[in-house]
């Protein structure tokens, strides 16, 4: 596709359910990212790939969240347990190649709601 | 880690006036500042980027400038238009701490008045 795609658009789950949410990053693009945004703030930082490896996972908050690109192009990030402070909007980015600087392109977001 | 401070967090200017959002970034080391635009329910778009060799950039009616001395870089874009609307937030990436890792602002709020 021309941009990152992210899915679902909209997701609620009951608290302490499983969680799944995917990415696929721009063709071509070596390196992804995770970050999360709370309501009113900027993003942050979760998980970073380059290629099928996580590079950086430094963010991401415990051990409830995981993340996995298998293949080096799409991505998934796992929440177990979620409780209502994981409501947030999970944002992915791609960027061509590691090293860009961050010169990342975003997807439009999954809008995580746990209730 | 880095920290990146944004302001004015609201900001409402006159269409075809001027406006200007300034950011502050703690780590030295710091050496890509993108600036990106997000509009109600999307990602954030990058709009301009500037990078720590350089003290300026412009394209079209959006400018950023960089003070390394200071550490702080602002966004300016000129004769404002409704479609200006957004939030804008600046971002910064250091060496030290993964340069695919952007720390981010905590946003403005440009409202264009027609």
């Known amino acids: 596709g021309a941009g990152v795609s992210q899915t679902p658009s909209n997701k609620v789950t009951e608290k302490g359910k499983y969680v799944e949410l995917r990415c696929d990053p721009i063709?071509?693009?070596?390196?992804l990212y995770w970050y999360r945004q709370s309501l009113g703030q900027g993003p942050e930082f979760l998980i970073y790939?380059?290629?099928?490896?996580?590079?950086?996972d430094s963010g991401l908050p415990n051990d409830r969240f995981f993340a996995v690109r298998p293949e080096g192009s799409v991505s998934t990030l796992k929440i177990q347990r979620t409780e209502r402070g994981d409501s947030a909007v999970y944002l992915c980015?791609?960027?061509?190649?590691?090293?860009?600087?961050?010169?990342?392109?975003f997807g439009q977001g999954t809008r995580l709601t746990v209730v | 880690g880095e920290n990146v401070e944004q302001h004015p967090s609201t900001l409402s200017v006159q269409e075809g006036d001027s406006a200007v959002i300034k950011c502050t970034y703690s780590?030295?080391?710091?050496?890509?500042f993108p600036w990106y635009k997000q509009e109600l329910g999307k990602g954030p778009q990058l709009i301009i980027d500037?990078?720590?060799?350089?003290g300026e950039k412009k394209d079209q009616r959006i400018a950023v400038t960089l003070n390394k001395t200071a550490k702080h870089f602002s966004l300016h874009i000129t004769e404002t238009q409704p479609e200006d609307s957004a939030v804008y937030f600046c971002?910064?990436?250091?060496?030290?701490?993964?340069?695919?890792?952007?720390?981010f602002g905590t946003g403005t709020r440009l409202t264009i008045i027609p």
């Open positions: 980015a791609s960027s061509l190649n590691a090293g860009d600087n961050g010169v990342a392109f």
């Open positions: 063709s071509g693009h070596t390196a």
């Open positions: 790939f380059q290629g099928t490896g996580a590079a950086d």
């Open positions: 780590d030295s080391a710091s050496n890509y």
């Open positions: 500037i990078r720590s060799n350089v």
């Open positions: 971002a910064a990436s250091s060496p030290l701490f993964g340069n695919e890792k952007l720390t």
